[in-house]
């Protein structure tokens, strides 16, 4: 991307690789439509995706974080069952974007944040699995989730690999390689909120200085409140000043409320430029409503991103991304696409397979009696001159003086 159009941070709509077809509707064993299901701390949605990614029959409800993990995921069963009723047709299969570290193949919670009490442990795709038997359930982390519809459908569409980041009131990242989503070893790859950055701010994970708690929205609340108690014109007893605020006071021409924002920016780009390196993707995707700020925030972050590039990765397209609010419903729908973590769904009738009856134990093969030793052959004369006793003694130093007189031989006219 030329240096002209990132003078706006970002650009949105597809792309296409050379050499790749940009991807259309997909396709997969797991049909379409699909409900999606987005898992959020305060609230649950759920829609009807089609195979174009487009959402039809979306609804929300409140999550019932406070009454525990099975009101929750009661909450989430409602919450697709109104959209499959609203249908009123066939739907192939359910899709949930969960917050968390959440393990894919299981379709099940590893850890939580304190935003959902008990989280850890909620086998979401065994519960969905019983609720609606015959539908495909695929679980996964819900940025994940949303950097998979991205690449599907939005901003990457087309593209191979990318490092997609969202930054909103946390920050959350993903990497997809090949067009799939790598998850990692613990299954928390992409955690780039996680990483060590700068300051003593502690993070919501409980860590120290990690990037969420310096480039988040609420970090550069924190920044702007820190920077008003020292010097600003707020005071030290004003009443915490909202991200939307700082903005309009930055567009004022505040210039502690422009300098939070510049500096959050900043250190998520320098971040990232890490992160492009070690990986090479073919774009960055910068998503969340933090990013939704505009110019303010991602010049900044583009040309910290683009201080820690190679020359090889100087075009490196940063991209806005493209499906806003849908995002984490058509993500969590393409979830379903991933072979290796959509439950297929129970087929039905099928008799149950008998037991393989066991097989007699075979009766033990007598020991083979030792076959006497056979008489050592003479020993061979050793060869003039070089005799085995000879030829063992002579030692690396010996052939290496050889060789180098080989060398030296070689070298003379
Ligand atoms: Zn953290």
Not at 109 to 135: D, E, K, N, Q
Not at 159 to 186: K, N, W
Not at 245 to 253: H, L
Not at 372 to 391: H, I
Request: one cysteine or more.
């Amino acid at each position: 991307m030329s240096e002209g159009a990132t003078a706006a941070g970002c650009g949105t709509g597809g792309r296409t690789a050379a050499g790749r077809p940009a991807a259309g509707p997909a396709t997969g064993p797991i049909g379409w439509p699909r409900i999606g299901v987005d898992v959020g701390g305060t609230k649950i949605a759920a829609g009807l995706v089609g195979p174009d990614g487009s959402v039809r029959f979306a609804r929300t409800c409140p999550t019932p974080a406070q009454a525990g993990p099975r009101a929750v995921l009661d909450a989430v069963r409602d919450a697709a069952e109104g959209v499959r009723t609203a249908a009123a047709g066939p739907v192939a299969g359910i899709g949930v974007g969960a917050p968390g570290v959440v393990d894919a193949s299981a379709g099940t919670v590893l850890s939580s944040t304190a935003l959902l009490p008990g989280w850890a442990g909620t086998p979401i795709r065994a519960y969905l699995r019983a609720a609606f038997p015959g539908l495909a359930v695929a679980v996964d982390n819900d940025v994940n989730a949303m950097a998979l519809g991205e690449l599907r459908f939005g901003a990457a569409s087309g593209l191979d690999s990318v490092l997609y980041v969202s930054v909103g009131t946390g920050i959350g990242g993903a990497y997809a390689i090949d067009g799939r989503l790598v998850r990692g070893a613990h299954h928390a790859a992409g955690e780039i909120g996680h990483l060590v950055a700068s300051g003593s701010r502690t993070c919501s994970c409980g860590g120290t200085g990690h990037v969420e708690s310096v480039a988040s929205g609420p970090a550069i609340e924190a920044a702007y409140a820190e920077a008003c108690g020292a010097s600003g014109p707020a005071g030290p007893s004003a009443e915490p000043v909202g991200l939307r605020e700082i903005v309009r006071r930055a567009d004022a021409g505040d210039p502690v409320a422009a300098a939070a924002i510049t500096g959050a920016a900043e250190v998520l780009g320098t971040v990232l430029g890490g992160l492009t390196c070690a990986f090479d993707p073919e774009a960055v995707v910068l998503g969340g409503g933090v990013a939704g700020i505009g110019t303010r925030f991602t010049e900044p972050l583009a040309r910290a991103l683009r201080r820690g590039l190679l020359p090889a990765m100087a075009e490196l397209p940063l991209l806005r991304a493209a499906l806003g609010t849908n995002a984490p419903l058509v993500g969590a729908a393409a979830l379903l696409d991933d072979a290796g973590i959509a439950g297929l769904p129970d087929v039905p009738g099928l008799p149950d397979v008998p037991d393989v009856p066991d097989v007699p134990d075979v009766p033990d093969v007598p020991d083979v009696p030792d076959v006497p030793d056979v008489p050592g052959l003479p020993g061979l004369p050793g060869l003039p001159g070089l005799s085995d006793t000879d030829a063992a003694a002579r030692t690396a130093t010996e052939i290496a003086a050889d060789g180098a007189a080989i060398a030296t031989n070689e070298e003379r006219p």
